[in-house]
């Protein structure tokens, strides 16, 4: 219910539900993935409200409990996070690095498992924009486009497919991002 609330634009209402998924997950101290994922959503909530220190936070122990179960691919969306809150917050070097991390670990594995792969890319874009380096942030685009796309062909249902690409946000952005980098190189 909070990442449905998240994906609706309510986020004070996918706080509070996050909280007490995060809470309880803490209490019973049963499932390290839960727990974890719960820091993260908690991590790109605050990040939406603009609390990129809570969100940095949330994001640095989503990472702590991912790194303790061996999940890398949640590492790496972690990472990202981190990256767009330095890169928020005008701290152009961290976040370079941060993302560079993230872009190595996209060209050795690519995103599948992380559970927002589109984002992972767009992070790295973004961040290669604002540091100066266009052509690794066309690359970062190219390669998130590639990669959604071939998801996207693992659908055989056509609807299923159709919404994947325009209804997920972060997946609509990366599709428009990449249409217009292809018609100003047309």
Not at 88 to 113: I, K, S
Not at 128 to 154: D, H, M, N, P, V
């Amino acid at each position: 219910m909070g990442v449905l609330r998240y994906y609706q634009g309510q986020l004070e209402q996918a706080k509070e539900i996050e909280t007490q998924v995060y809470r309880a997950y803490v209490a019973f101290g049963l499932d390290r993935s839960g727990e974890a994922g719960a820091s993260q959503w908690l991590g790109h909530i605050n990040e939406q409200q603009k609390d990129f220190v809570e969100a940095s936070r949330y994001y640095q122990e989503a990472g702590q409990q991912f790194v303790a179960i061996d999940w890398k691919q949640m590492v790496m969306a972690g990472v990202a996070g981190l990256a767009r809150c330095a890169l928020a917050q005008n701290q152009r070097e961290v976040a370079g690095q941060l993302a560079n991390e993230v872009w190595n670990y996209l060209g050795e594995h690519g995103a599948w498992g992380a559970d927002r792969p589109a984002l992972l890319y767009l992070t790295c874009a973004d961040i290669f924009e604002a540091t100066g380096s266009e052509s690794t942030a066309r690359e970062a685009i190219e390669k998130g486009y590639r990669e959604l796309i071939e998801r996207s062909y693992q659908l055989s249902d056509l609807e299923w497919r159709t919404s994947l690409l325009e209804n997920v946000p972060e997946n609509r952005q990366l599709l428009r991002r990449w249409q217009e980098m292809h018609s100003r190189h047309n």
